[in-house]
C-alpha cells in the first residue's frame, strides 16, 4: 500500500496543482470538544511551493480519469497521462495524518468526472462525510462541485464543506462551448444556485432553531481561465462584479492560462501564462471588493484592457487629475484610501492619527506610505510637490512606471501584489 | 544618572513604574541585576518585584487604553529586544500622563516604535503558525523543535492547543531552551533536562512512531508534485519562507 499511495498522490496532486483557489480563508470556528482542528478566519500558509504560491490546503484530485475533453485540462480524457484514483480510506487518512502534523489547514477536494458528474460527486462527499463524522475532524474543508452534479448530492456535501466552488472556467458561454463541448452554463450556473440556496436557507433556519446546521459558512468561490480565449478585462471583471452580486458568492479566482495542451488548434499559442494580466486582474479584483471601486470606474468601452504597466490603482488616478490633491489631513478615509501608494492599512493610520495634530511628508512615510507614489497626489503639512494636475498625467506616468513594468507583459518576477 | 535596577522580569518592569511614579523620580536607565553600573550616578534604586504593584499598574494602562495597546505592550516585552525596557517605560508615561489619544498618534516616534515592534513580533507569531512541524514520535507525542526570532510561544500556545486538543504535542523553542507540552486540555511549560547537547531536528528512525516517515515522504512527495514547473520562482518562495525556517522544514530537508 505504501508504494502506491506515494505514486497516487504524485499524480493526483499533479492533476490539480493548475486550480488556483489556495485560501482556506472565510470560517473562524474554534475547536469544538471531542473534535480534532479549529480553522482561523484567515487562512494559514503552511508552505510555499517552488513557485512561491502558498501551500494551505492539501490540494488533490478523487481521481484524474475523466470522461470529458476540455481543450484547456492537462486530465482531458484524449491525452495520455498516468491516471490514478484514490479510496475514500486512503484519502481521509492522508488529509488526518497531514492536518495532525500542521502541515496543512485542510482539504481541497475536487475530481475528474468518472463515470458521471453524480458517481463523481457521491464519492467526494463520502469522503467529506467520513472525515467529519467518523474522524470528527473540524478543519477546513473546499469541495469542489462537479457540473452537472444533482442538488439533493450539492445539498448534502454543503453540510459538511466549509466552502464550495463550481468553476465557471471560461468568461463567456460561446467560448466555454468552443472548447469544452460537454459542459455549459446551465451545468455550473445549476450547482452554484444549489450552493446559494442551501446557504440561504441554513441562514434562514439559523435565525429560528438554534442549532441549525450552517450550510458552506465560508460561501462559495469559481474561477476563470484568462488568455485561453479572447475576452477582454472587461467582459471578465464585469462578470465578476455580477457574481460579487450574488450573496454567498466570496471570490472569483483568475488563472493565467498554462498551455498545457499547445498542440490543440483551438488554443492561443502562448509561450507562457500570462501572469501580469493575472496580476492586474487580482488587483482590480482587490478594489472592488476592499477599496470600494465599482467595475466601470476600472475598465470601460474606452479602455476595455488593464494596463499592464500600472496597477489599476495608479491607471484610475491618472486619469482622473481633477481629483487630485487629496488633502491628507481633511479629506474623507475612502478618497484618501484611492491615492495610489496608500493602502487600507496606512489609511487607517492616518485617520487615527490626525486626531492628534497636523500629519507631516515625514509622519506619513513612516506609516508606511509609499510616498514615491502618493507624493503627486496629496497635499499635507510642509508638502508642496507639484502635483499630478501641474505635472500632467502621462509625465506622472512615466515616473512612475517601474523598470520590470517597462519590460511589458511577460515580466515573470512580480513583486507588488495587491495596489497601494 | 538615575538608575533602577530591577529583575528583568515583566513584572519587576512594571513594578518599576509604579514605584517612579510614587517616588515622583523617573530613571534616566533600567539595569539588571547583573549589569555594571555607568559612570557618573547620581541615584540607584532597587526595585523589588511585587505582583500586586505590577497589577495595579497593568490595570491601570487597560482602563486609559485598550485591550489591543496591552497586547501590544506584551508583544513588545517578549521581543527581547535591547532597547525594549525603556521604550515600554517611555510609552508607559505618556499613556499616564498624555491625553488619551496619545496611544493612536503614529508621529510620536515611541508610539510608532511600539507598534512597529510589535507587529514584527506578530509576524514572527504566525509564523509559527505557519511552520510548525510536528513529527510524531514512538511513544505518540507530536514533537516539534523551533527557533523563532522573538520569544513567541507564548503567544501561539493557545492556537495549537486549540486545534490539537486530542493529541499530546511538545513544540519546543531550540534557542530559549524551553518549550511547551500539551496533553488533554492542558499545556505545561517545560525544559528538556540532560539536553546539554543539542535537540535534534528530526527524530532518528528509532524514536519515529511507524507511520511517520512514511508522511514525511508523502508530505515531501506532494510539495514537489504541487508546483507549477511554469512558475518557477525562488525569490517569491524564499519572501514568503525566509531560509531561516528551512531547517526544520520537513519538505525542505
Ligand atoms: S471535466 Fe474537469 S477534469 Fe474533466 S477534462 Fe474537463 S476540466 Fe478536466
Redesign the pocket.
Known amino acids: 500500500m505504501k508504494e502506491q499511495i506515494l505514486d497516487k498522490l504524485t499524480i493526483l496532486a499533479e492533476s490539480a496543482k493548475y486550480d488556483v483557489s489556495c485560501a482556506s480563508s472565510g470560517t473562524s470556528r474554534k475547536n469544538r470538544p471531542g473534535m480534532v482542528g479549529s480553522a482561523s478566519g484567515w487562512g494559514i500558509c503552511h508552505s510555499f511551493s517552488a513557485d512561491g504560491r502558498c501551500i494551505s490546503l492539501l490540494k488533490v484530485m478523487l481521481s484524474n480519469n ?1 470522461i ?3 481543450a484547456y ?1 492537462i ?3 484524449s491525452n495520455d497521462v498516468r491516471r490514478a484514483t484514490f479510496t475514500v480510506e486512503e484519502l481521509v487518512e492522508l488529509t488526518m495524518g497531514f492536518y495532525r502534523r500542521n502541515y496543512i489547514e485542510g482539504l481541497f477536494l475536487s475530481s ?2 468518472v463515470r458521471n458528474p453524480d458517481y463523481t460527486m457521491e464519492r467526494m462527499v463520502r469522503v467529506v462525510e467520513k472525515l467529519r463524522t467518523e474522524h470528527r475532524f473540524n478543519g477546513y474543508i473546499h469541495l469542489k462541485g462537479i457540473p452537472g452534479a444533482s442538488r439533493e448530492l450539492i445539498e448534502r456535501a454543503g453540510l459538511y464543506a466549509d466552502r464550495m466552488s463550481v468553476n465557471i472556467e471560461i468568461p463567456t458561454e460561446q467560448n466555454l462551448k468552443r472548447l ?1 463541448p460537454e459542459k455549459d452554463y446551465r451545468s455550473v450556473y445549476e450547482p452554484m444556485s444549489y450552493i446559494q440556496q442551501g446557504l440561504l436557507q441554513s441562514a434562514e433556519d439559523g435565525r429560528r432553531f438554534r442549532h441549525a446546521p450552517r450550510f458552506t459558512p465560508a460561501g462559495q468561490s469559481t474561477q476563470m481561465i484568462v488568455g485561453a480565449t479572447d475576452e477582454s478585462d472587461r467582459d471578465i471583471l464585469q462578470l465578476s462584479s455580477a457574481l460579487y452580486g450574488r450573496p454567498g458568492m466570496r471570490r472569483v479566482y483568475y488563472s493565467g492560462y498554462v498551455p498545457v495542451n499547445a498542440y490543440d488548434p483551438r488554443l492561443p499559442a502562448l509561450k507562457q501564462a500570462p501572469l501580469v494580466r493575472e496580476n492586474r486582474l487580482y488587483q482590480a479584483d482587490w478594489l472592488m471588493r476592499f477599496y470600494g471601486f465599482r467595475v466601470d470606474e476600472i475598465v470601460d468601452e474606452a479602455s476595455p484592457q488593464l494596463d499592464l504597466e500600472v496597477d489599476p490603482k495608479l491607471a484610475w488616478a491618472l486619469r482622473h487629475p481633477e481629483v487630485f490633491p487629496v488633502d491628507i489631513n481633511r479629506a474623507e478615509y475612502e478618497l484618501i484610501l484611492r491615492v495610489p501608494g496608500i493602502g487600507v492599512k496606512s489609511a487607517t493610520m492616518i485617520v487615527a492619527a490626525r486626531r492628534n495634530g497636523q500629519l507631516t511628508a515625514a509622519a506619513l512615510k513612516k506609516m508606511g506610505v509609499v510616498m514615491k507614489k502618493a507624493q503627486y497626489f496629496i497635499t499635507c503639512r510642509e508638502l508642496t510637490m507639484p502635483g499630478v494636475q501641474e505635472l500632467r498625467p502621462e509625465y506622472v506616468r512615466r515616473l512612475l512606471i517601474s523598470p520590470a513594468g517597462r519590460k511589458g507583459a511577460d515580466a515573470n518576477q512580480l513583486s507588488l501584489f495587491f495596489p497601494e | 544618572m538615575r538608575i533602577f535596577r530591577y529583575d528583568k522580569s515583566f513584572e519587576g518592569l512594571l513594578t518599576a513604574v509604579f514605584d517612579a511614579y510614587a517616588r515622583k523620580t523617573f530613571p534616566d536607565k533600567l539595569l539588571g541585576p547583573d549589569d555594571p553600573l555607568p559612570l557618573f550616578v547620581t541615584e540607584c534604586h532597587q526595585v523589588v518585584t511585587d505582583s500586586a504593584k505590577a497589577d495595579r499598574v497593568w490595570r491601570g494602562v487597560y482602563a486609559r487604553s485598550s485591550r489591543e495597546v496591552c497586547h501590544m505592550l506584551s508583544c513588545v516585552w517578549l521581543s527581547e529586544m535591547p532597547a525594549c525596557e525603556e521604550l515600554l517605560l517611555r510609552y508607559l508615561r505618556k499613556v499616564f500622563d498624555g491625553s488619551p489619544a496619545v496611544v493612536t498618534d503614529f508621529s510620536d516616534p515611541d508610539v510608532l516604535a511600539v507598534k512597529k515592534l510589535a507587529d514584527k513580533v506578530m509576524r514572527e507569531r504566525e509564523y509559527m503558525l505557519m511552520f510548525v512541524r510536528f513529527q510524531q514520535a514512538a511513544d505518540g507525542t507530536f514533537f516539534a523543535p523551533v527557533n523563532p526570532r522573538y520569544n513567541v510561544l507564548p503567544l501561539v500556545v493557545r492556537h495549537f492547543s486549540d486545534r490539537f486538543a486530542d493529541q499530546r504535542w511538545l513544540i519546543y523553542d531550540v534557542g530559549r531552551r524551553y518549550g511547551y507540552y500539551y496533553e488533554q486540555g492542558r499545556a505545561t511549560e517545560i525544559t528538556l533536562t540532560g539536553t546539554e547537547t543539542q535537540i535534534p531536528e528530526k527524530l532518528t528512525e528509532a524514536q519515529m512512531a511507524d507511520e511517520e516517515r512514511l508522511f514525511q515522504q508523502l508530505w515531501k512527495n506532494y510539495f514537489e508534485a504541487i508546483a507549477i514547473r511554469e512558475r518557477i520562482n525562488p525569490t517569491l518562495q524564499r519572501r514568503n519562507m525566509p531560509r531561516r525556517f528551512w531547517r526544520y522544514l520537513t519538505e525542505k530537508q
Open positions: 475523466c470529458y475533453d476540455c485540462c486530465n482531458r480524457r475528474g468526472v469544452a
